[in-house]
Structure formats: structure tokens, C-alpha cells
């Protein structure tokens, strides 16, 4: 099994909707997650930390279920600037601060 | 805002020669990764390096890797004798371990594009 699992996509979305991507990690003990965005050929950049309690950013949410070891992102809204490979990324794997990274999941947004 | 500089950009080098990519984290923080992607692939983990020694690495970190902390601001990453699938983007982090150690948040220089010919 992989160590972060994340579908590859690509969701093609009108701009408006509402998209959500769902990610699964494989060890329990993982200790902080994250959403980041990659654009082609640039740096991951950090979208936004994911907390048990669920946290918001404008038209990002983030979900984290430890229970079954699930990440979501919500986009709402979508705006054409929001195409990009989405991230999850999960740390404390094998007792590592390092960074273990999803395959990312491309999203398009069209006019 | 502070950033990470990474240079050059872009490395074009033979096989087997030995390559040097650069890094300059951000002045204030403490922790220092590099991490590389081939091309399609995901974002793989390297090395860490903290208090002038390596805290972390990846099966991917062989021999044929070195990191060094040569002064108060350069990071390097060298790879002795570059082969073919050494071709990727080599990214550098850091993250400052203050208060924000348990979130953990590493900010991202722009990559160097190495081309293994």
C-alpha cells in the first residue's frame, strides 16, 4: 500500500463548482498533514495545514479523519487560478519530520 | 516575504561528472531538507540536516550523495557522479522550528532542474 494515496485525476470542473479531493495515509502515527499546491514545473507551495477539527481558509476546507487515515480538500467556488496538482502530504511517517508526499491530484478549472 | 533561493535554475551535466546544487534557506530558520521529483512523479524526500550534521534520510540518499552547511547561509547538495535517472527537479526546504515546531511547516525554494545527458 502506498504511503499517501490520492487519485490522480484529472478533475476538469466549471468555474463555480465545488470540488473535493480525498486522500488516505497508511500509518496511524502520522502527526501533521497538509494540503500543498504544485503548479507545472514550479515549487509545492503550503495551501493550508489540516487539523482533526477541520479548518477553513476562505474557499478551502480541510477535514482530517485519524480514525480511518482521510484527508479531504473542499474547493468551493472555483476560480480558473485554482488549477494546479493539489498535494497531501503527511510528516511523522517512520518517526521522520520529512515531508512524505501523495502523487497530487490535477485539477482543471474552465471558463 | 523571506524565501528560499535555490540556484542555477537549471543544471545540464554529463554522466559521471559531479554536480553542485545550492541552497539558501530562509536566515532565521534551523532545519534543512532537499527533496527531488522526476519528472510525472511525486515529490520524494531526501535528507534532513540540522545542527551541522544529517538528522534524516531516504533509501534514495546513497553514497553518491553529500550535503554540507559550508558557511552561516549556503546549503549544498552534491551528487558525485550523476547518472542518467538523476535527471529531476531538486527542491530545497526550511522550517524554523520556534513555536511552530508541531506543525512543522517547510516553505519551498524554487528547484533546480537537473538534465543528465
Known amino acids: 500500500r502506498k504511503e499517501v494515496e490520492q487519485d490522480p485525476g484529472p478533475f476538469n470542473v466549471p468555474e463555480g463548482a465545488t470540488v473535493a479531493f480525498n486522500c488516505t495515509y497508511s500509518n496511524s502515527a502520522s502527526q501533521s498533514f497538509f494540503w500543498y499546491r504544485q503548479d507545472c514545473r514550479k515549487e509545492p507551495k503550503l495551501l493550508m495545514s489540516v487539523y482533526s477539527s477541520g479548518n477553513e481558509d476562505g474557499r478551502f476546507t480541510a477535514q482530517l479523519n485519524r480514525a480511518s487515515q482521510y484527508i479531504s480538500l473542499l474547493i468551493r467556488d472555483s476560480k480558473l487560478s485554482d488549477s494546479a496538482t493539489y498535494l497531501c502530504?503527511?510528516?511523522?511517517?517512520?518517526?521522520?519530520?520529512?515531508?512524505?508526499f501523495g502523487s497530487g491530484t490535477r485539477l482543471q478549472v474552465q471558463p | 516575504e523571506p524565501e528560499v533561493t535555490q540556484t542555477p535554475s537549471h543544471q545540464v551535466t554529463q554522466m559521471g561528472q559531479e554536480v553542485i546544487l545550492r541552497c539558501v534557506p530562509i536566515s532565521n530558520h534551523l532545519y534543512f531538507y532537499w527533496y527531488r521529483q522526476i519528472l510525472g512523479q511525486k515529490v520524494e524526500f531526501l535528507v534532513s540536516?540540522?545542527?551541522?550534521?544529517?538528522?534524516?534520510k531516504s533509501e534514495i540518499f546513497d553514497d553518491q550523495f553529500s550535503v554540507e552547511r559550508p558557511d552561516g547561509s549556503n546549503f549544498t547538495l552534491k551528487i558525485r557522479s550523476t547518472k542518467l535517472e538523476d535527471s529531476a527537479m531538486y527542491f530545497c526546504a526550511s522550517f524554523d522550528r520556534g513555536g511552530l515546531l508541531a506543525k512543522n511547516i517547510q516553505y519551498f525554494g524554487a528547484g533546480t532542474r537537473l538534465s543528465v545527458l
Open positions: 502530504v503527511v510528516t511523522g511517517l517512520t518517526g521522520r519530520r520529512a515531508l512524505t
Open positions: 540536516f540540522y545542527n551541522n550534521e544529517i538528522s534524516e
